[in-house]
């Protein structure tokens, strides 16, 4: 093999760094005796060369390589004691790729040899397997960052106009026709500009990705024909995963979101820290394991063992320094490097979790307090795991959002007809201040959705009362049986008209609900249209159409969902009153003569504690009072004051518009059972309006007279 000009190099930065001359590699491994830097052709195929690190400093392996230029494909071996009792599994047979590589060329091949012990051994992982697994696992790839960016500048939405929208790269593109076919389900497709146009034109803010970090796919899946299309299985933190380009750059990601701000939207990762690819003492060694097996896990008293707090396997060791420095170095590369504009954690908890429990205290989470970078950029929590003390809904600390699944449940009860959710739903509306209102944590802090890629899409859930999860073949065992949905009297599509109507209003009732609560609202991808997976609530393994948009199926019906959704994103942006900033908790203000929110019934009357405690009360009003102080000092001339009318019965409801002081007309904004209106009509305080049986209805109060100054602006894009 040729021998490269070598130096020692420095320890710092970890992972492979070109100066425009060489390429300086740094690996972290606590307990091992020998690193080995083996060099492949650019394709991965055949190694080239094999280069023993000369250096070791602070626990870092290190070398710098002269005349190495970017698109150099390599990989490690790592020697050191086999001793899985003692929680080591060195096996320089196994080539490894580098925690810190920004790029990955090539996939996993389940074959024996990427198993650190020999499978089907009587000794089961204390075996020791001598085959090469060289041929078998991905390598890592020398990158150049260099890159001109035409929108440097983040977008930097400010949390109470935040809209996020989840999707995934793949298949929100993979069927888009206005796409060209090279780009479909690629960084490149999301990036053509009639998909950035469509996702602006929704009224959205923050658009948030599923996994793109680089994974693997489960070798059970593929024996059933299936994949792991969600890709919460991650094995590089700083690479995005080959299957999302189009032409292998890095450059490519970078021009997606370079986009993406150009049209003033943010770019969110879904990012998973909590565990990796390599399962427990009998899944492959890829990476980590074969690193330092003892550093990056956490392990039970007998270290032979994984500790399992994330149900995959193993679970990062974020109590151990350079495990911790990893993570955090991750997220800034995708701050500083790549421009993104902020994290959703999968299974969060996790990354609180100390030896000791969960501590919103805990070195992660006060890193990324601390962290100049990390604190100027979203930070959104997926706030449990299945781990002891692992629901932790409201308890991470300020300067962190959190998805509230109570909202979530609470909402789909209360319009699925469940007795008892009133006042819950009340609690829910107003940001869930029963979890977040504390040290100073505004309502943004709650992730309000009702739908995500975990569950029902909104479609599927009113046109279903049970799971249909056969395609995963697991025998519809996998995913949650209680979904709080109501197929509305047929299971699955049907063509009764009266069935479609109500789900549409169903469907309708959900969404306005969603974005007229305070907190941040987010909107699952084809939600806005209706898109359904054909009541499959656990798609994880479906990368077809189940589980990609299906832009050629939007009806009659879904486009004028996605119509009424910009309604509704339009009212929200429009109105401050509906993204305030500050808890509503239905105090009186002394000074301003003011309570901020009311609840009210039927007559117009304030809700008595009976009413709240009526397990079959199911329609009630909800007065948000524009004279109330968004901010301790600022009150926003245009702050409207609102009647928010929820009525889950099945019957119509005559509902009294109340008679507020200083005012004396309502304008009816929003019926979800009349979504296209003419114009706004008008009514007098005092007036009794039929409030449809399963409706939504928003009012605004004005002077007589007043409409034109206020409201008039808006009834173009409210009733076209």
């Given at each position: 093999?040729?021998?490269?000009?070598?130096?020692?190099?420095?320890?710092?930065?970890?992972?492979?760094?070109?100066?425009?001359?060489?390429?300086?590699?740094?690996?972290?491994?606590?307990?091992?005796?020998?690193?080995?830097?083996?060099?492949?052709?650019?394709?991965?195929?055949?190694?080239?060369?094999?280069?023993?690190?000369?250096?070791?400093?602070?626990?870092?392996?290190?070398?710098?390589?002269?005349?190495?230029?970017?698109?150099?494909?390599?990989?490690?071996?790592?020697?050191g004691p086999y001793e899985p009792?003692?929680?080591?599994?060195?096996?320089?047979?196994?080539?490894?790729?580098?925690?810190?590589?920004?790029?990955?060329?090539?996939?996993?091949?389940?074959?024996?040899?990427?198993?650190?012990?020999?499978?089907?051994?009587?000794?089961?992982?204390?075996?020791?397997?001598?085959?090469?697994?060289?041929?078998?696992?991905?390598?890592?790839?020398?990158?150049?960052?260099?890159?001109?960016?035409?929108?440097?500048?983040?977008?930097?939405?400010p949390w109470d106009r935040t809209?996020?929208?989840?999707?995934?790269?793949?298949?929100?593109?993979?069927?888009?026709?206005?796409?060209?076919?090279?780009?479909?389900?690629?960084?490149?497709?999301?990036?053509?500009?009639?998909?950035?146009?469509?996702?602006?034109?929704?009224?959205?803010?923050?658009?948030?990705?599923?996994?793109?970090?680089?994974?693997?796919?489960?070798?059970?899946?593929?024996?059933?024909?299936?994949?792991?299309?969600?890709?919460?299985?991650?094995?590089?933190?700083?690479?995005?995963?080959?299957?999302?380009?189009?032409?292998?750059?890095?450059?490519?990601?970078?021009?997606?979101?370079?986009?993406?701000?150009?049209?003033?939207?943010?770019?969110?990762?879904?990012?998973?820290?909590?565990?990796?690819?390599?399962?427990?003492?009998?899944?492959?060694?890829?990476?980590?394991?074969?690193?330092?097996?003892?550093?990056?896990?956490?392990?039970?008293?007998?270290?032979?063992?994984?500790?399992?707090?994330?149900?995959?396997?193993?679970?990062?060791?974020?109590?151990?320094?350079?495990?911790?420095?990893?993570?955090?170095?991750?997220?800034?590369?995708?701050?500083?490097?790549?421009?993104?504009?902020?994290?959703?954690?999968?299974?969060?908890?996790?990354?609180?979790?100390?030896?000791?429990?969960?501590?919103?205290?805990?070195?992660?989470?006060?890193?990324?307090?601390?962290?100049?970078?990390?604190?100027?950029?979203?930070?959104?929590?997926?706030?449990?795991?299945?781990?002891?003390?692992?629901?932790?809904?409201?308890?991470?600390?300020?300067?962190?959002?959190?998805?509230?699944?109570?909202?979530?449940?609470?909402?789909?009860?209360?319009?699925?007809?469940?007795?008892?959710?009133?006042?819950?739903?009340?609690?829910?509306?107003?940001?869930?201040?029963?979890?977040?209102?504390?040290?100073?944590?505004?309502?943004?802090?709650?992730?309000?959705?009702?739908?995500?890629?975990?569950?029902?899409?909104?479609?599927?859930?009113?046109?279903?009362?049970?799971?249909?999860?056969?395609?995963?073949?697991?025998?519809?065992?996998?995913?949650?049986?209680?979904?709080?949905?109501?197929?509305?009297?047929?299971?699955g599509p049907t063509d009764d008209?009266?069935?479609?109507?109500?789900?549409?209003?169903?469907?309708?009732?959900?969404?306005?609900?969603?974005?007229?609560?305070?907190?941040?609202?987010?909107?699952?991808?084809?939600?806005?249209?209706?898109?359904?997976?054909?009541?499959?609530?656990?798609?994880?393994?479906?990368?077809?159409?189940?589980?990609?948009?299906?832009?050629?199926?939007?009806?009659?019906?879904?486009?004028?969902?996605?119509?009424?959704?910009?309604?509704?994103?339009?009212?929200?942006?429009?109105?401050?009153?509906?993204?305030?900033?500050?808890?509503?908790?239905?105090?009186?203000?002394?000074?301003?003569?003011?309570?901020?929110?009311?609840?009210?019934?039927?007559?117009?009357?304030?809700?008595?504690?009976?009413?709240?405690?009526?397990?079959?009360?199911?329609?009630?009003?909800?007065?948000?009072?524009?004279?109330?102080?968004?901010?301790?000092?600022?009150?926003?001339?245009?702050?409207?004051?609102?009647?928010?009318?929820?009525?889950?019965?099945?019957?119509?409801?005559?509902?009294?518009?109340?008679?507020?002081?200083?005012?004396?007309?309502?304008?009816?904004?929003?019926?979800?059972?009349?979504?296209?209106?003419?114009?706004?009509?008008?009514?007098?305080?005092?007036?009794?309006?039929?409030?449809?049986?399963?409706?939504?209805?928003?009012?605004?109060?004005?002077?007589?007279?007043?409409?034109?100054?206020?409201?008039?602006?808006?009834?173009?894009?409210?009733?076209?």
């Amino acid at each position: 093999m040729p021998q490269s000009n070598l130096a020692e190099g420095s320890p710092f930065p970890l992972g492979a760094t070109w100066d425009g001359k060489g390429v300086n590699f740094a690996l972290f491994s606590a307990n091992a005796t020998k690193v080995e830097l083996c060099l492949f052709d650019k394709h991965g195929r055949t190694e080239t060369e094999r280069i023993v690190l000369p250096e070791y400093t602070d626990e870092v392996w290190h070398v710098y390589v002269e005349g190495l230029a970017p698109g150099a494909v390599y990989g490690y071996r790592v020697h050191g004691p086999y001793e899985p009792s003692a929680g080591h599994r060195f096996n320089p047979n196994k080539l490894l790729l580098d925690p810190y590589a920004k790029a990955h060329i090539g996939a996993l091949k389940w074959r024996p040899e990427v198993f650190g012990y020999t499978l089907g051994s009587k000794d089961g992982d204390l075996s020791f397997d001598k085959r090469d697994s060289a041929r078998s696992v991905p390598k890592c790839k020398v990158v150049d960052t260099s890159f001109t960016w035409e929108h440097a500048t983040r977008a930097r939405v400010p949390w109470d106009r935040t809209i996020v929208y989840e999707t995934h790269v793949r298949g929100f593109t993979k069927t888009r026709p206005d796409v060209p076919e090279k780009l479909r389900g690629t960084f490149g497709g999301l990036a053509h500009k009639p998909v950035v146009d469509y996702i602006k034109s929704l009224g959205v803010t923050s658009v948030e990705l599923m996994p793109i970090h680089a994974f693997v796919n489960d070798s059970h899946l593929l024996d059933k024909g299936l994949t792991n299309y969600w890709g919460y299985n991650t094995i590089g933190f700083f690479a995005a995963d080959p299957r999302f380009y189009s032409d292998g750059s890095v450059g490519e990601f970078k021009k997606m979101v370079d986009r993406f701000h150009e049209a003033g939207l943010e770019l969110i990762l879904d990012v998973v820290y909590n565990h990796t690819a390599e399962g427990n003492q009998l899944g492959p060694t890829l990476s980590f394991k074969g690193i330092d097996n003892a550093s990056y896990y956490r392990l039970t008293d007998d270290a032979r063992y994984y500790i399992n707090d994330t149900g995959t396997g193993n679970t990062l060791n974020l109590s151990h320094p350079r495990v911790l420095q990893m993570v955090t170095d991750s997220l800034r590369y995708w701050v500083i490097e790549m421009n993104v504009d902020g994290f959703r954690f999968d299974l969060a908890t996790i990354l609180g979790r100390e030896p000791y429990g969960f501590d919103e205290g805990g070195g992660f989470l006060d890193s990324c307090r601390q962290d100049p970078i990390l604190e100027s950029v979203k930070l959104i929590a997926e706030p449990w795991d299945c781990g002891p003390g692992g629901y932790q809904v409201g308890g991470f600390p300020p300067g962190w959002a959190e998805w509230n699944d109570r909202y979530r449940d609470t909402v789909r009860g209360f319009w699925k007809g469940d007795e008892g959710t009133t006042a819950d739903l009340a609690t829910r509306v107003t940001a869930s201040g029963d979890k977040f209102n504390r040290r100073g944590r505004r309502p943004w802090a709650s992730v309000n959705f009702i739908s995500a890629h975990d569950g029902f899409t909104l479609n599927d859930l009113v046109s279903y009362n049970d799971k249909h999860n056969d395609a995963n073949g697991e025998e519809n065992r996998d995913g949650h049986s209680d979904n709080k949905s109501w197929n509305c009297g047929v299971e699955g599509p049907t063509d009764d008209p009266e069935v479609r109507a109500l789900r549409e209003r169903q469907k309708r009732n959900l969404l306005t609900t969603l974005l007229f609560s305070a907190g941040t609202p987010m909107v699952l991808a084809g939600d806005e249209f209706g898109r359904t997976q054909k009541g499959n609530n656990n798609a994880y393994c479906q990368d077809n159409e189940i589980s990609w948009v299906d832009w050629a199926g939007i009806d009659e019906d879904g486009r004028a969902l996605t119509d009424f959704v910009r309604k509704l994103t339009t009212l929200r942006h429009t109105l401050p009153v509906l993204r305030r900033n500050r808890f509503l908790t239905g105090a009186y203000n002394e000074k301003l003569d003011v309570t901020d929110v009311k609840w009210i019934d039927p007559v117009g009357t304030e809700l008595s504690g009976e009413q709240w405690g009526d397990p079959l009360m199911r329609c009630f009003g909800m007065i948000i009072d524009g004279r109330a102080q968004a901010s301790g000092i600022v009150k926003p001339a245009s702050d409207a004051t609102l009647l928010i009318v929820f009525n889950a019965h099945h019957d119509v409801v005559d509902f009294q518009l109340p008679d507020i002081p200083g005012s004396d007309q309502w304008t009816c904004l929003i019926d979800t059972n009349a979504p296209i209106r003419d114009e706004l009509p008008e009514f007098d305080a005092g007036n009794v309006y039929q409030v449809t049986g399963r409706s939504v209805l928003l009012f605004a109060l004005h002077a007589r007279g007043e409409t034109g100054r206020i409201f008039r602006r808006l009834e173009g894009a409210l009733t076209e």
